[in-house]
């Protein structure tokens, strides 16, 4: 049986990733699973769930913040899993733990997938490692489709 993609998300309230998500969600299944419980930015067509829940779930996965990715990470399972560059985030933290951030950003079994092709090259130079593609458009069936 195939699953659709699941998308662990900060929240999908108001912001251009929630409404490109979202969008997508229209042509195609999607899961979300949301960190903070926010009303959807406009009806998500899918179930929305706590990020809890994704830790069993057997589709494929896709991270969409530093902290979702980490998270991710952490999940036994064997399901596809990506992180998705929608930003630099690191880049906001502030002072911040480079071992933690090290150890999501470094982790091989995590292949991240960026949005464009600066921040590919940027994550290649940063973290010193290569990254799995490029989706412009925060396409869930895009990102995966990335993935070896």
Known sequence: M??????????????ELSWRLLGHARAQPLVFFQEHLVLP???PGGPVVAVAE???????????????AAKLAGFPGRAKRAYYLWDLE??????TDYRMMAAVYRDQ????VCRHPEHA?????????PVAGV??????????????
Do not use: Q
Request: charged share 15%; net charge positive.
């Open 109 to 112: 079994r995590l292949p991240i």
């Open 54 to 68: 994704a830790w069993g779930y057997k589709g494929p996965l896709v991270a969409t913040t530093f902290s979702t």
């Open 2 to 15: 195939n699953h659709p993609v699941g998308v662990l998300v900060r929240d999908l309230g108001p912001s």
């Open 90 to 95: 690191w880049l906001r933290f502030g002072p």
């Open 121 to 129: 090259r940027v994550v290649e130079c940063v973290w010193n490692r």
């Open 41 to 43: 930015v406009m009806p």
């Open 135 to 148: 989706v412009a458009d925060a396409d869930p069936a895009g990102i995966v489709g990335c993935l070896p």
